[in-house]
């Protein structure tokens, strides 16, 4: 990737289906390489294509660009269908390898909570596989607090896998 892209400033935007290749090339590592996403099998392309089209209609999704090139991507999903969680939703965000450190998570994050706090949402909620101290560092720098980890909740890779959970409280 163009070592220009470190002292660029990235533009933030609603997700389109034109971005389902980056997407989809920013996550795949992720799925592949480690246990930060429990996802086992890298999905085709049009599988992103599908989820931008029917997620991004219901809850923010945004990217990150410099230059014409997608470098991460931040959503929130439902925390559960049932009626009563409809304030709270879970929060996920994933970069390229080569933008991080660069204070793009922060700022896509910061456009997400934006979005989020429109729609009325109150709590927002992020699992994170543990061991993971990069991602943990980078929720608690932005207010989110550890209320709990489930033991040995997936077995990735070889190894039976903790997910930490950590929250933020948006508003009344």
């Not at 049009?46 to 660009?65: M, N, Q, Y």
């Amino acid at each position: 990737m163009d070592t220009s892209l470190h002292t660029k400033k990235p533009t933030i935007r609603p997700v389109e289906l034109r971005d389902a290749r980056s997407v989809w090339e920013i996550y795949t590592p992720f799925i592949r390489d480690t246990a930060v996403t429990f996802d086992i099998e890298v999905p085709p392309v049009e599988e992103f294509a599908r989820r931008i089209r029917t997620h991004s209609a219901e809850h923010p999704w945004l990217v990150a660009v410099i230059d014409d090139q997608v470098v991460g991507y931040a959503n929130a999903t439902e925390h559960r269908k049932k009626q009563a969680y409809c304030t709270t939703k879970e929060v996920s965000i994933y970069l390229r390898d080569s933008v991080r450190g660069m204070g793009i998570g922060k700022t896509l994050y910061a456009s997400l909570l934006i979005e989020l706090k429109k729609q009325g949402v109150r709590n927002l909620l992020a699992g994170i596989t543990v061991p993971n101290e990069a991602s943990v560092k980078f929720h608690e720098s932005l207010g989110f607090e550890l209320v709990g980890t489930y033991r040995n909740v997936g077995y990735k890779l070889g190894e039976w896998r903790d997910v930490s959970w950590y929250e933020m409280w948006l508003g009344d």
